[in-house]
């Protein structure tokens, strides 16, 4: 039975499917209007660099045929055929969307949806309606991406513009088209509609079974209604990388793949704020400024000490720049919108989209900095047991509950950020170091016994189910793997997996007016557990 998934939903292909070769189809109508279904095969920085995997009516087909454009078929308005294990390794992510040929708004629409089949089975489906969207005349119904294994997200973001702004948004250029030369008929008989690729039935089954191999659906059938989601299958998972968005890289020579880079904790492949200098070399300069010599070295001749670099000679200081030269140093800072609920926009700010994901967010009070669209702010009571656990255990957290339709930009005191996805498992994080989470996630206070510790106890927060929470650390944490002889300082560990277990180590040191879940006692934590669980360590103590 097929999956039905909501906006914001996302799943392992493994969990669905044991199958690669693909069939994507798309529903989507509206009286007197007509759709561009296309597949958008972008890089590490969620960019078109090679325009051979953009994937539409006039290009049906990437170079090894891993995304193949079908046509309408079985029901669907438009249909591929992807093969996820032929896809290049530069290609990081498939977007596909619909965009409105001529006149008209996606609230147009009727009842639409995406799905996944496999070996002829349909695995997953996300159904949207014209109600979700306004004048929008695009938009990103569900993409396929690469985050250590295949993926897959229901996406439902409408986009202003059209196939040209949609080409843009992912780095396109759009071509103009040329009027062809003028040619004198020439007889040739009518030419005959080509029929559908059809694709059989899976073989029946036999011992062992092979993964399904790709074969279109069957013949239509009647949408069934909307059933409530079934993304509920816990999926155990080490802290996923957020997506952190860097300055926009060069696109690499037309034929050759993007070299990704390793990923980091904190970063995703390709993306993410430039690791620290080493030592002896300089950190780049802050905006505006120009970068100090080295030790020993004159700034460059003909330049005065302070003047930005770049800027031309004989123009005051201070003077505003104009033209190209403006945009292209505010390109760096532009915000990033993935189309995922939860963006970083750098390594001190969080953006969260309120629109996908249809619950609310909770934040830490006063740790909004910013916010667009219709968003409302109320105050998020713990009631008065959750006020006196707190209390008792040092792990109150006074929040606020973002509600609407809009983006909301989240930073404290200059802490890193991290979002880490839940998918159906837990993880243990002090309360002083969460910033926001998903109200759909369980949370409640967590004992950590020991007989070396005042009191008996150290307490923690424990999130659980499906969701994201948003993780700060001082400075650029460290995730190490459980085994026997893993000790960490109390005051430097930030999470761990809820599968860990937590020992009080022989050797305790305390300090002065130490008490119960208060962060002046130091105490020496061992952590055990099976292979796959794992601590993240921040190198600062509270």
Same mark, same amino acid.
């Given at each position: 039975m097929a999956r039905e998934f909501q906006r914001g939903h996302k799943a392992k292909i493994s969990d669905l499917t044991p199958g690669t070769d693909l069939y994507v189809g798309v529903q989507i109508a509206a009286p007197g209007l007509t759709f561009d279904i296309s597949c958008f095969g972008l890089d590490a920085n969620e960019q078109l660099s090679d325009d051979r995997y953009f994937i539409f009516f006039n290009q049906p087909k990437s170079p090894e045929e891993s995304i193949q454009l079908l046509g309408a078929q079985s029901g669907d308005t438009e249909s591929f055929r992807v093969t996820l294990d032929r896809i290049p390794a530069a290609i990081q992510k498939l977007s596909f969307t619909a965009t409105l040929d001529g006149s008209g708004q996606m609230s147009q629409i009727g009842p639409g949806y995406i799905r996944i089949v496999a070996g002829g089975e349909e695995v997953v489906r996300y159904a949207f309606t014209g109600s979700e969207f306004t004048t929008e005349r695009a938009v990103m119904l569900g993409d396929f991406y690469l985050k250590d294994v295949w993926r897959f997200a229901a996406v439902g973001q409408g986009f202003d513009g059209g196939l040209d702004a949609l080409l843009k948004n992912f780095g396109g250029e759009v071509a103009e088209e040329e009027a062809p030369p003028a040619a004198a008929p020439g007889f040739a008989p009518p030419a005959q509609a080509a029929a559908p690729p059809a694709f059989g039935a899976p073989p029946a089954a036999q011992a062992p079974q092979p993964a399904p191999s790709f074969g279109a659906p069957p013949a239509p059938t009647p949408s069934p209604a909307p059933q409530q989601p079934m993304h509920a299958a816990p999926t155990i998972a080490a802290p996923l990388a957020p997506q952190t968005p860097q300055a926009p890289q060069a696109p690499s020579p037309y034929g050759q793949p993007h070299q990704p880079q390793q990923p980091q904790f904190g970063q995703v492949p390709g993306q993410g704020a430039p690791p620290a200098p080493p030592f002896g070399q300089q950190a780049p300069a802050p905006y505006g400024q120009q970068a100090p010599a080295p030790y020993g070295q004159q700034p460059p001749v003909g330049m005065p000490p302070g003047v930005p670099q770049g800027m031309p000679q004989g123009v005051p200081q201070g003077a505003p720049a104009t033209g190209a030269g403006l945009q292209a140093a505010l390109q760096p800072y532009k915000e990033a919108?993935?189309?995922?609920?939860?963006?970083?926009?750098?390594?001190? /700010?969080?953006?969260? $989209? /309120? &629109?996908?994901?249809? =619950?609310? +967010?909770?934040?830490?009070?006063? %740790?909004? +900095?910013? !916010?667009?669209?219709?968003? $409302?702010?109320? !105050?998020?009571?713990?009631?008065?047991?959750?006020?006196?656990?707190?209390?008792?255990?040092?792990?109150?957290?006074?929040?606020?509950?973002?509600?609407?339709?809009?983006?909301?930009?989240?930073? @404290?005191?200059? =802490?890193?950020?991290?979002?880490? @996805?839940?998918?159906?498992?837990?993880?243990? +994080?002090?309360?002083? =170091?969460? /910033?926001?989470?998903? @109200?759909?996630?369980? !949370?409640?206070?967590?004992? +950590?016994?020991?007989? *070396?510790?005042?009191?008996? #106890?150290?307490? &923690?927060?424990?999130?659980? *189910?499906?969701?994201?929470?948003?993780?700060? &650390?001082?400075?650029?944490?460290?995730?190490?793997?459980?085994?026997?002889? &893993?000790?960490? $300082?109390?005051?430097?560990?930030? #999470?761990? %997996?809820?599968?860990?277990?937590v020992i009080v180590s022989t050797q305790v040191r305390l300090r002065r007016n130490a008490y119960p879940g208060h962060s002046g006692e130091t105490v020496n934590l061992q952590f055990r557990g099976a292979p796959g669980n794992f601590i993240v360590v921040q190198p600062y103590e509270v």
């Open positions: 919108a993935t189309g995922q609920r939860w963006t970083p926009q750098n390594q001190q /700010l969080m953006r969260v $989209d /309120l &629109t996908m994901g249809g =619950s609310g +967010v909770l934040a830490r009070q006063g %740790s909004m +900095v910013m !916010y667009q669209g219709k968003v $409302d702010f109320g !105050y998020k009571s713990a009631g008065f047991v959750g006020r006196a656990v707190g209390n008792a255990t040092g792990q109150e957290m006074q929040l606020m509950r973002c509600t609407g339709r809009g983006q909301v930009f989240l930073a @404290e005191e200059g =802490s890193h950020l991290h979002p880490i @996805e839940l998918q159906g498992d837990a993880i243990c +994080v002090s309360a002083e =170091s969460v /910033l926001a989470f998903d @109200e759909s996630l369980q !949370y409640e206070v967590r004992r +950590v016994e020991g007989h *070396g510790i005042p009191g008996g #106890a150290l307490f &923690t927060m424990q999130f659980q *189910g499906t969701g994201t929470v948003i993780v700060k &650390t001082h400075g650029t944490p460290v995730v190490l793997p459980v085994t026997p002889t &893993t000790f960490a $300082d109390c005051n430097a560990v930030v #999470a761990w %997996s809820a599968a860990s277990q």
